[in-house]
């Protein structure tokens, strides 16, 4: 008689809806990349996101904009992939910046 194993498995996700209307907290961009809270504080030291103004004394009542977890993930990626610091991180996503805005600038002047 033949025996079977039968496996299963169990994924939980959560997710968080962001948006101009709701900010993002420091917890809930952590939670989102998979990051703790120190490490969304070093995001904000190296300038790689920052805190909606007026900034508050204590990080549970930081809020972002919702631009800030894409610069959060892509700071991720960098340091996933390419085993970089945040401070380069931080360099390497400035230069990918200016090189898009003077990208936009020369389409804008009709040029290649």
């Known amino acids: 008689m033949a ?19 709701r900010p993002l907290a420091a917890s ?7 990051a703790e809270i ?7 030291e190296v300038g790689i996101v920052e ?9 549970d009542d930081w809020r972002f904009h919702s631009a800030a977890l894409q610069h959060a993930l892509e700071a991720r990626r960098l340091e996933r992939d390419f085993g970089v610091g945040l401070d380069a991180a931080a360099l390497i996503l ?14 804008a002047q009709g040029r290649p």
Do not use: N
């Open 94 to 107: 400035d230069l990918q910046h200016e090189v898009r805005r003077l990208k936009a600038v020369l389409a």
């Open 3 to 21: 025996s079977y194993t039968i496996t299963t498995h169990t994924v939980t996700t959560s997710s968080t809806a962001i948006g101009g209307a």
């Open 51 to 59: 805190v909606e103004a007026p900034v508050p004394a204590r990080t």
């Open 28 to 34: 809930e961009l952590a939670h989102a990349v998979g």
């Open 38 to 44: 120190d490490w969304v504080v070093q995001l904000v």
